[in-house]
């Protein structure tokens, strides 16, 4: 772009900002340090301060064509879901989600207003979670977008792990299932004839996942949990990581398992089964967890009251060698498919 | 792939081994736990301890096509690359770097193979940097590699910013400059008729840089450096965000410049001039630093006492205002093009 040529502020573009244009912006929002920032973006590395606590690192990666479709995701919804993941992750820790390094990998003809709607999206979610982003990187994308965010959080004292459940514990879910893979189903099919309230539903679900940090925070804080992961794969391979870092088994109850009132309704418009979804749908960013079975009503009420999220018991802890298994209404054994695997196809 | 009929090794694919086949071959690698790991790959996220330390955080990504293209790259320098860059950038703070995070993000063709080449470069370089690799994400791409490496380090007391260069100050520069931007000249002209080993030395500094994580420490540690930056982006641009991070201008001198006799010997073949590939060529990573100009020849000698790296003076620290200005032997003002700038075509 020629000087004193500035194309229209709807058609300008990553390549018309530069790199150094969009490094301006990113600082611009967030230069401003946090609490615990020492030193945040602008140096060849962001300094941090965890005072004496456990420090919690996670990062992950979301692909244009493999994780969403440019045509049916909204900029402000992909800034969100990227920080989202992460801080459910930190949330299956039990742990406090602080400050967010952002590596944007962008095609140079990404409209600078969809760069600043992702980044509003960022910065909505951080704001809503209490993480301050302290640095990353950005560079120039032949074609796809790739995001990777990689989130430190802090715990004081021992995280809760996959690896402590035990035979006897019951098995607990926050919130519902399905939704997610429901909303999905209803951009694979947009005639689905589906009531639009509940199509509305499930997308928002599917796009704006909600991460359960303080549901996390209180299920390690009572004390009696032993297990804790974040449903991103689906309840049966994230089930299965903790049944295998644990060496037991499970019993899934499918009549037990929440699913909500939209996704059952678009699953009956899709001819779908909905504990499908349930099972093996992936991306709700529900919290799993595993506690003693005399202790589970009482820790699933306490988190209730603390949060306002609704827990569910759905199953129970076996010896090792059992699997994972599945029981219907009626109590017979029921054989689901696995969850979502990467580089299967 | 069918049970009982497994490929032959060497055709054995990322697809083939599946997302959880390729996580249990990295675990095996790096499942161990290291100094200061209490928790590493395996959970939702990895659990560090930093004892008191402030915390550093940095994030690279390395996108196939525009950081580096795979008929010219080997997968172990490749993986070598992805972590070397972000220990330059601990390095530029005179951290320590300690835990990585590795986003993996491979075309389901990509042979198993290679993967292992890859994981074995990341592997010879976290060993020669004293780093963990302590979990990431690894997912399917449509086609392209896209790496992106996190580092978290560690530094007792403040760190060496980019921002506390003052109008006096030397600019000094460890090792030599341009010799990467040497080899990629030689991999864009394959028949230049150069030395073979000129050829080969600048394109092993290209695929393989060294970072100056010692360098970086014993700088810091001298307690008379005002600044500090990896020259990533090339020297006019990384010196560049020195002087707006210190609010100061520079001035280079051409004839001082580092250079080495490889890229010397490349750039009379290629027809080039290897000031060029010096200033704007990026990739050296090299240190820049700057220092009172009484204390820079005592703290140059003292660094590579230390580390055996040469030390050597480029310029002077000039007033706001003077911008990045540069010198040739005889004292004439010379103009250079700027350093790399993504988005910028």
């Given at each position: ?317 076996e010896p090792a060698g059992a699997g994972v298994r599945y029981r ?18």
């Amino acid at each position: 772009v020629p000087a004193g040529d500035d194309p229209p502020p709807s058609r300008l573009t990553a390549r018309a900002l530069g790199e150094l244009g969009l490094i301006a912006g990113i600082r611009r929002r967030w230069g401003a340090a946090g609490p615990g920032v020492a030193l945040g973006i602008g140096d060849d590395a962001a300094v941090v301060a965890p005072a004496g606590q456990s420090v919690l690192l996670t990062t992950d990666t979301l692909v244009e064509d493999v994780h969403f479709r440019r045509a049916t995701t909204g900029f402000a919804d992909l800034g969100a879901k990227a920080l989202a993941v992460n801080v459910s992750d930190i949330a299956a820790m039990g742990g406090e989600p602080r400050w967010a390094l952002l590596a944007l990998v962008l095609p140079g003809d990404t409209a600078a207003a969809d760069v600043e709607a992702f980044l509003d999206g960022v910065g909505e979610e951080a704001r809503r979670d209490g993480v301050a982003v302290v640095g990353g990187d950005t560079c120039a994308s032949p074609d796809r977008i790739v995001v990777t965010v990689t989130l430190v959080g802090t715990v004081l004292g021992a995280p809760l792990t996959r690896a402590g459940a035990r035979p006897g514990d019951a098995i607990l879910v926050t919130g519902t299932l399905g939704a997610s893979a429901a909303g999905l189903a209803t951009l694979d099919a947009p005639d689905l004839p589906a009531p639009p309230d509940a199509v509305a539903a499930v997308r928002r679900a599917h796009w704006r996942p909600t991460p359960r940090g303080a549901e996390g925070r209180a299920i390690r804080a009572a004390g009696v949990a032993t297990a804790m992961i974040d449903l991103s794969d689906g309840l049966a391979k994230d089930l299965g990581h903790v049944a295998a870092e644990s060496g037991v088994g499970a019993t899934v109850e499918l009549g037990a398992l929440p699913v909500d009132r939209a996704t059952t309704a678009v699953a009956r418009a899709a001819g779908a089964d909905p504990l499908i979804w349930a099972v093996g749908g992936g991306e709700d960013y529900e919290l799993l967890f595993t506690a003693p079975a005399p202790e589970a009503d009482r820790l699933a009420a306490r988190v209730t009251a603390a949060t306002g999220t609704p827990v569910t018991r759905i199953g129970r802890i076996e010896p090792a060698g059992a699997g994972v298994r599945y029981r219907d209404a009626a109590g017979r054994p029921r054989t689901l498919p696995p969850g979502f695997q990467h580089f299967v196809s």
